[in-house]
């Protein structure tokens, strides 16, 4: 029985292996070798970046690590395709990642074959700790998956000709939502942080108590129409309702409205993976600073939850729920009423360390602990995060100026 | 016998109000008219537009708005002098602040006259809501009194000539500390956040609970002989110790120590008030950034505290104890082992709302509040702060590369 | 015979198209779309770009204004591919010429054939004025032609892998040239400038008088092995030696040796269309800019040659005569001690018009007159240069600070 | 007799330096301490700065190195004020000048006291190569005189109290001058540059050959009425007039006016020693770049003069004549009519070496030739040039953006 077992747990990682890969190549299915190619800004990575910086990861943290036999596709991939580990290494330039036409995508393809076939005949006999480093690997690669979904966004938006990543048919009006109705959370001491069993990054831990006050949260994220109110209302042109380093971006850039949003005569467009298409006013806001959460939740006489908060009230939430990604295509919210999903959700949290954190070991400890400098705390899950992916603990995080994330946001108040 | 306290009441506060004014002169006094002009940096403003700014302040929150014959000493000074204040109009951009040659220091100094007489004269009559404002003006003043400090220093150290603001004898040694004890801090949940009656700045209430988990915290803090060791150790060249925001920041700019430090063929030396002295291995560190701290707190094995654990340990320390600025003159760390004094302490947290937060009404309201984010809390009070000025709930706070404060830090360690 | 000839005149503009389109895509040929879609720098463009905007040149100057029945390609495409004519309206940023991943390489050609049909049947009824523009078209198309080798080296020398554009075989050392023979050049009146009959472009005319002075110029160009010698001789570490301009940038950017030039423990190679290949000393040096040609004729006791220097002792040379380009591949300079070939040469003359000179009428007026500021002219050819193209009066232009085109030196002096 | 004519002729020396040295302590003295510190751009120098620089220059090239007994006033003074002389070693950056509050003005002023003294005690000792540099160093002093002029305008601009250097009575409307009229200049083989006795920068020379083709110039300078007319006619507004480097700044900076323009209901008033005082519409106009003119000149259908063109004009003008610097005053253009004075002329000739060209042996050769790029000629003299400083072989050069000196322009056209 214990063999029939173990076996079931050696196939379950092989399929799951083999599934996650092949979402990643999906995504990149519609792009031609130059899409795959460009970077738009510095914060924004080439999808092919993307590809092979995934199997990097795998190659390096459990196939040169733990595999005798294992032997490198290419040497010099370790300078082109590290992040920033500085345990392992010079690397390319982050802003110049655009510049990398060669190895083709056709060739990155290949290397991801090499290194998925080398893991999936090294995955029987891999020791545990190359197992939990797999793991990481997968849920790792979940994130860059998010990443190509935004970064190919950013970069086809650069394109004058506005082309659509993926052609889709035109969709029906969704109805408005109905008012804001707010769902009291608990307070007193209430236990945060993963614990216990199941994949986690190490950031999410410690668990431990919070203390958290009364207060109640939205039933539901903010919409574009509120966001249209917000911005006839005058929201980007009164200074009192913004933080000051907000205000300072709002004039340095001219910013009127969330990113990809375009004006014309005949009003609001926003450009999506599917092309530009006229702003829904039923849909949540999404790409949107925390300057911009910050500015309209003091606008709407709210403010936004704490990252404790958050989590405490989605913790009987199911985190594989709403709207969030199945399959690659052109993702983008439609507001399904549930906590995960649809957009990253703003906290008024800053990215910390939970008490007692500890780095993980090894290079793979620079993981996150190192960027815990500020950025802000986003909770859920959006139409772009693999389903399966988060959790409450999950933190995801970006500088308060940062809009090419699917992010959004639900209020919050003190009662 | 009310009668007679209410005159009493009245003298105070106008005692109060000549000494503080007198102080910033005091701080000024050694510098010519060209000292007073120049402006280091966009972040550090001339003493002239200190001197003025305050004054500004008391000029419009209360003579103003509250006092009927008064007349404004110069019409073209709110451009000149506001700092932010949204609501109070255009000003001049804060980097061009060195370029006011006019109004001379002199006029300067007959504008405090001016507008020091009108208050005084107004003070019996002022009603509640302005005695409440001057109470703000005053404690406003104290920080410009600080800034002072930290801006001609900085001034001062881009002369290659490195002059003393004030002259001082040659200090004899300090004997070198003893080692670190830690002192086990409370736990549990506990009170912090200003409440009750005196004057605190609208950011450090209203008073609220948190949860502390078990830990303790240095008894002393860190030295210079102590950061000897971090920089001999390599602790500038790893950059397995440093936040990614710092550490892009010490390859930049090339750190290598704390600001104002020197390299010579002698050793190390330091840049202060007093001139060009070598560094004294018994005195606090000061001149750190927040990555700074945190780099070492790693390198130490111990991190920053919080700024809940540090408000708990402190809340029966006197306030007003320690190495603080008593009387104009060249201030430096000296090491009094007390909980407040020396150098503002960085605590791992960030400058954030406490729950329940609310700004106070009308433009004063842009005090804090709009400052909230991307920058981190310090703690206590250092040499250069005027003595009864800070408080356990004081919440100083700055962006963590900034280095120009009088910054240092105190470990901590969870139980 | 008149309508013979007639007929054979007409031929040949067709056949002279056709060979100056093929040479184009000719010199694409080993991109795939990705390497034909980056952008390097803002100077350069991506090999996708320039194919499309010397069609877009004939579609518009040509077809749309000339030949009533042609219908554009595609509308939007004159915003793609302007490159900096104002008179034809808003263009895409030239520093985001980078982000077209669409159109396709594929497409792209597909837009080529569209315009080469289109031209080639309206070709017999041009009026004349529309065969003019079509000579200017192909001149500027060959103009294209250098800046994508030039670009297409910029690209590949940021990959960190250093691809070979065209794989060749390793060349035989070639023999050292022999020393320095100089040539005494005529002096007093002489024409120089473009008059009389052939294609030119606007700013090499008028023809007019200059009055040279007695000098002498170089019978070769300076060679790599006598750039060894300026580097091992302290050239770029001695600011005597240089401009002020110049000696700010090799300290700004720590220049020491020509672009593309790499040092390791074997030595100096230089990175060219070819791959990465040992420097050769008897080749001319080749990419270096104004400020290193004038630090190293000071540094030799020389000086660069006036462009009338120049241009009157080529006015008996064959233009067409060098190292040229004659087909696509790995072009370099070889050194064939002719006038013109191998690398553009720097004089020491600002690009200013010629007395009397007009810029062409309408948008194509754009041409050469708008940039007669800051740069500096180079005369001859290279040997990336279409055989055919230049000519004595043939003025090239590059602000001091460039590098990336093939230029090198020669030496004058005066007698 | 040969006595009496030494004594007078080193009388004669000691009477212009001393003359020279007053008028730039007389420039200096409406500006307090503040005023003479602050910088207001990179390009611009404070007061003080130029009071020492020019001082320090007597002081090494003179004093250090010709006379024995000489002791320097301060050893630290060679890095605060060496400008950009390599050979005389490190020294502070330029865009930290405005950080030298100390040494103060008056300490500055003791400084030029003790090397007065000492020059004119050591003046009739002086070997030839010593005396040689002494004028050196007064024209070095009197273009710093101008510099002083332009620098402190730049600086007082910067305030927004817009505070005048000197207080005039208004000036009485001058009347329009007549239309521009014609004049006809020699053509052929003219010489230009200097030559003979008589001091000269060694960029004015050799002497040498030039051959003109036939041109006109105007009559006179081109005025604010013209400019003003430009500016309605959209002269800031239509790239089809602009130099691309110069629409790129137009744009960029949004130029719409001669720098210190100010537009407001009343129309446009300019800024300038004076004060904020009305554009007359009589005045040459003032404070516009190579771009500026260069635009003008073809939006009026003519060009600029070339330098030679300019040079052999004034060859029989009086380079004393005009409205040129004679005392500390609010100068300002009046236009005079004549062909030096009221400001410099922009010629459309880049400043490069004239042939033969060889600097000056030394420290003091770094003077003009390492300038040779990127500048272009202005000729003639301004209002704030002393008067007898400037001849017809004068070469004043700027980079085509620059606008804070006293620049303008005369039209030329080809005949």
Chains 1, 2, 3, 4 share one sequence.
């Not at 006229?278 to 959460?293: D, K, L, M, T």
Request: some cysteine; hydrophobic content about 40%.
């Amino acid at each position: 029985m214990a063999t029939r077992a173990r076996a079931s747990a050696e196939q379950e990682p092989a399929a799951r292996f083999e599934a996650v890969r092949r979402l990643s190549r999906d995504i990149a299915a519609p792009l031609s070798d130059a899409d795959a190619t460009i970077q738009p800004m510095p914060d924004a990575s080439p999808a092919k970046w993307h590809l092979a910086h995934t199997t990097w990861f795998f190659e390096t943290f459990v196939l040169r690590d733990h595999v005798d036999w294992y032997r490198p596709f290419d040497e010099r991939y370790a300078y082109l395709f590290n992040s920033y580990y500085e345990g392992e290494g010079e690397r390319q330039d982050r802003p110049k990642r655009g510049m990398l036409s060669r190895p083709s995508l056709a060739e990155l393809l290949d290397y991801r074959r090499h290194v998925d076939e080398a893991l999936l005949r090294a995955l029987p006999q891999l020791p545990e700790q190359a197992v939990e480093l797999l793991e990481l690997g997968l849920n790792h690669e979940q994130q860059h998956q998010e990443l190509m979904l935004m970064d190919m966004l950013a970069a086809f938006a650069e394109n004058p000709l506005l082309p659509a990543v993926w052609q889709t048919p035109g969709s029906t009006a969704a109805p408005l939502p109905e008012p804001v109705q707010w769902i009291e959370n608990r307070s007193g001491i209430h236990r945060i942080g993963h614990e216990g069993p199941g994949f986690a990054f190490d950031c999410e831990g410690p668990g431990h108590e919070v203390l958290l006050r009364p207060h109640a949260l939205a039933d539901r994220l903010v919409t574009n129409g509120e966001w249209l109110s917000f911005i006839e209302d005058g929201g980007y042109t009164q200074p009192a309702l913004w933080l000051s380093d907000g205000w300072a971006r709002v004039r340095e850039q001219e910013v009127e409205a969330p990113l990809y949003w375009i004006r014309s005569d005949a009003g609001w467009s926003r450009f999506g993976l599917d092309g530009l298409k006229p702003v829904n006013a039923a849909e949540p806001v999404c790409h949107i600073s925390y300057y911009e959460a910050d500015a309209f939740a003091r606008w709407a006489g709210a403010r936004l939850p704490t990252e404790a908060e958050w989590e405490a009230a989605a913790s009987e939430s199911d985190p594989a729920g709403g709207n969030q990604l199945d399959r690659a295509g052109p993702v983008r919210p439609t507001g399904s009423g549930e906590m995960f999903g649809d957009v990253w959700q703003w906290t008024m949290s800053a990215f910390l360390p939970h008490p007692g954190f500890e780095p993980a070991q090894g290079t793979v400890g620079e993981y996150n602990g190192k960027f815990m400098c500020g950025q802000m705390v986003l909770k859920g899950a959006s139409c772009a995060t693999p389903r399966g992916h988060s959790r409450a603990s999950y933190r995801n995080f970006f500088y308060p100026h940062q809009r090419w994330q699917f992010a959004g946001l639900r209020l919050a108040r003190d009662l």
